[in-house]
Nanobody, 125 residues
Framework: VQLQASGGGLVQAGGSLRLSCAASGLILDDYAIGWFRQAPGKEREGVSYVASSDGRTWYSSSVKGRFTVSTDSAKNTVFLQMNSLEPEDTAVYYC???????????????????WGPGTLVTVSS
């Protein structure tokens, strides 16, 4: 299993970015994909997840209403659309996958088996 996150960059506050997580070696419908972020000096935190088999999603309170996660099964890719970005959203963003779709646990990094390298998102004020 390999995951590759991309789409990060530098954006002004109020702007938008779309992150992509391209997956190989797995079938998305059999996995949950989580998005996490880690800011300098802080712990990795859950941002969103999608349980691809039934489309259930979750968002952290800090991004709810601004971020949207979606899946393109044909491309085996999960997207994170990030709107109304704030300086506090600055972090390295990671996508992760797990075949154990236990919704109550998907907010935690420890629930995921596979991780891709992160992509840096910088939001300037």
């Amino acid at each position: 299993v390999q995951l590759q996150a991309s789409g990060g960059g530098l954006v002004q506050a109020g702007g938008s970015l779309r992150l992509s997580c391209a997956a190989s070696g797995l079938i998305l419908d059999d996995y949950a994909i989580g998005w996490f972020r880690q800011a300098p000096g802080k712990e990795r935190e859950g941002v969103s997840y999608v349980a691809s088999s039934d489309g259930r999603t979750w968002y952290s309170s800090s991004v709810k209403g601004r971020f949207t996660v979606s899946t393109d099964s044909a491309k085996n890719t999960v997207f994170l659309q990030m709107n109304s970005l704030e300086p506090e959203d600055t972090a390295v963003y990671y996508c992760a996958a797990t075949p154990r779709v236990i919704l109550s646990a998907l907010r935690e990094p420890s629930s995921y088996n596979y991780w891709g390298p992160g992509t840096l998102v910088t939001v300037s004020s």
